[in-house]
Structures are given as C-alpha cells and as structure tokens.
C-alpha cells in the first residue's frame, strides 16, 4: 500500500540543484573615527550644586498627561520630567542635588 504522501507520483525522486559554499578570505576595514571627545564642546550639565532644603523654592509643574500622568518641573534652569506617580520628596531630591 502506497504511503499517504506518495499518492499520484509515478516519477522518481530527483534532488533539486543547490548553491555551494565557500569560504572566501575577505579584508573588513575598519569604520572611520570621529572626532576627538575634546575637540566638541560638551552640553551635559552635571547635577546642580545643592541648596538648603529648608530655603523657599520656585517650582514651575506642567501636567503632559499620557497613561502614567507625566509631569514637566521646571526649576533652577533645569526640566525634570516624572511620571505622576513619583513622591514629592523623591523629585525634590532631583532638584536639590541629592
């Protein structure tokens, strides 16, 4: 009895052509480098020197929104974004560099 998959074949089995492999030495230059890490100004700042916790702040909060309640605390020249979820005290730990 003829198997499932063989059912209407009469030809014989012929294996199909396939690609050769090789190995081949090739040379990978190397990607050109950039500029000297000196040569470019840097735009980072660091982390804002720290102030009295106790000395009266100005804050700036604007609500961004989004599924976790974003929002942007401008202060000391700086923008902090935080999802709606954070402590006061942990984001004025950001502010006051702590």
């Known amino acids: ?3 499932r998959g063989s059912q209407g074949h009469t030809g014989s089995y012929e294996r199909s052509t ?4 090789a190995w081949k030495r090739v040379r ?6 950039g500029e000297e890490a000196s040569a470019k ?14 000395e009266p ?3 700036t909060i604007e609500y961004s929104g989004g599924p976790e309640a974003w929002v942007v605390v401008k202060t000391r020249g700086r923008t902090f974004r935080r ?4 402590q006061i005290v942990d984001l004025l730990a950001d ?3 702590r």
Do not use: A
Not at 18 to 21: G, M, R, V
Not at 28 to 33: F, I, K, M, Q
Not at 44 to 51: E, I, T, Y
């Open 1 to 3: 009895m003829p198997s």
């Open 18 to 21: 396939s690609t050769t492999f």
């Open 28 to 33: 990978v230059s190397r990607p050109p480098e």
């Open 41 to 54: 100004p840097s735009t980072r700042k660091g982390r804002p020197p720290r102030r009295n916790w106790f």
């Open 57 to 59: 702040l100005t804050l």
């Open 83 to 86: 999802p709606g979820h954070c």
């Open 95 to 97: 502010v006051n560099g």
